[in-house]
Structure formats: structure tokens, C-alpha cells
T-cell receptor, first 115, second 112 residues
Framework: AQKITQTQPGMFVQEKEAVTLDCTYDTSDPSYGLFWYKQPSSGEMIFLIYQGSYDQQNATEGRYSLNFQKARKSANLVISASQLGDSAMYFCAMRSMEYGNKLVFGAGTILRVKS | DVKVTQSSRYLVKRTGEKVFLECVQD?????MFWYRQDPGLGLRLIYFSYDVKMKEKGDIPEGYSVSREKKERFSLILESASTNQTSMYLC???????????FGPGTRLTVT
């Protein structure tokens, strides 16, 4: 099974609307961390948000929130009030001891925000 | 701010050439990583290092080697470049205190 699955190759969203980017993961390790990164066209990877497997509450960082559903092994990223500058590639990633405590990435989702 | 720099943003090399990609960090992080990024495949780990002179193979080490002689510098080496190594290469470090991985700007390598 894929360790990290992002089923949406590309997404469009209207400016000022909210958008959810899907991510499911697979690990048998009870302790793991989930990450979201943004990669604009310039290429740099920008850390957005982190969720630990034992965290009681969903992580939030400004307009970013992580909809963590542990039983379903999903960690969807929600971007509220989309802005044109949110257009980028978004990667979901996981770190767990099962995979040698290395960061494992999904294939990514391209998000385009329309004005 | 953590700074991770890579020696080149764009590089064009010929098949069979030896290629060095350099990564330097200024935050004294022990862990450093080399990834390659390809469309539809995300980032895949080539090699990583958790200390000077220590290295571990990642998921796709074939055709690559690495060198970590100093803590701040982690080099990726393509002994004999091939066209299937045309890709974006990203270096990263790990801050173990906040569990955050910091990336360099990337090197887009084209092998012709």
C-alpha cells in the first residue's frame, strides 16, 4: 500500500472560498507525525502545518487547518479564504519509526486559485 | 532563520559526466537529506545523513553517492550522469527539537 496517498492531482478553487486537499496515510506505528508543505512555482518547499498522532486537537496555523481523522488515517489540509498566492503544489508527508523516522511524501496536489 | 543553500539552481550536464550537487546549512543540524522530485511521484529520498561521515540509503540510492565530511555540508554525487537522472533535487535538514524539516531552493538538473 502507498504510504501517503494524495488522490487529487489538481484542484481549482475560487478566490475567497475554502478548499480541502486530501491526504491518506498508512502506518502501523502508533506514534507518527503528519506534515503539509507548499511548493510555489519558484521551487522552494514551505512548511505549513504539523499534526502529531497523539495530538488531541486538530492543528491550525492561520488560514491552514488540518482535518485529522485518525481512525480513517486521513489528514486533509483545509485552506480557508483562498488567495491567488495559494496557487502552488501541496505535499502531504509523514514521519514514523516504521519508515525509519524519515519523511515520506505523497505525489502532491496542484492547486489553482481563480479570481 | 535556518538557511539551507544549494550550489546551483539550474544545471545542465552531459551523459556520463560526474556531477556534484552541494548543500550547505547554517543551523548545526545533524540530519541532512537529499530528495529528487519528479511529476506524479512527489519527493523521493535518495540518501540521508545523521552525522558527519554517516550516511544511509534512502528509497532510490542507485546511481548516486553522498559525502558528509563536515556537519554543515552534504554533497550528492552522480558518478556517471544519465538522462533518467534529469530531475529537481532538493536538500533538506531536520531540526529535531521542533520536528521541522527545512528545504533548500532546489537544483533543477538536466542531463542531455
Amino acid at each position: 500500500a502507498q504510504k501517503i496517498t494524495q488522490t487529487q492531482p489538481g484542484m481549482f478553487v475560487q478566490e475567497k472560498e475554502a478548499v480541502t486537499l486530501d491526504c491518506t496515510y498508512d502506518t502501523s506505528d502508533p506514534s507518527y507525525g503528519l506534515f503539509w508543505y507548499k511548493q510555489p512555482s519558484s521551487g522552494e518547499m514551505i512548511f505549513l502545518i504539523y499534526q502529531g498522532s497523539y495530538d488531541q486537537q486538530n492543528a491550525t496555523e492561520g488560514r491552514y487547518s488540518l482535518n485529522f481523522q485518525k481512525a480513517r488515517k486521513s489528514a486533509n489540509l483545509v485552506i480557508s479564504a483562498s488567495q491567488l498566492g495559494d496557487s502552488a503544489m501541496y505535499f502531504c508527508a509523514m514521519r514514523s519509526m516504521e519508515y525509519g523516522n524519515k519523511l515520506v511524501f505523497g505525489a502532491g496536489t496542484i492547486l489553482r486559485v481563480k479570481s | 532563520d535556518v538557511k539551507v543553500t544549494q550550489s546551483s539552481r539550474y544545471l545542465v550536464k552531459r551523459t556520463g559526466e560526474k556531477v556534484f550537487l552541494e548543500c550547505v546549512q547554517d543551523m548545526d543540524h545533524e540530519n541532512m537529506f537529499w530528495y529528487r522530485q519528479d511529476p506524479g511521484l512527489g519527493l523521493r529520498l535518495i540518501y540521508f545523513s545523521y552525522d558527519v561521515k554517516m550516511k544511509e540509503k534512502g528509497d532510490i540510492p542507485e546511481g548516486y553517492s553522498v559525502s558528509r565530511e563536515k556537519k554543515e555540508r552534504f554533497s550528492l554525487i552522480l558518478e556517471s550522469a544519465s538522462t533518467n537522472q534529469t530531475s529537481m533535487y532538493l536538500c533538506a535538514t531536520l531540526d529535531r527539537e521542533d520536528n521541522e524539516q527545512y528545504f533548500g531552493p532546489g537544483t533543477r538538473l538536466t542531463v542531455t
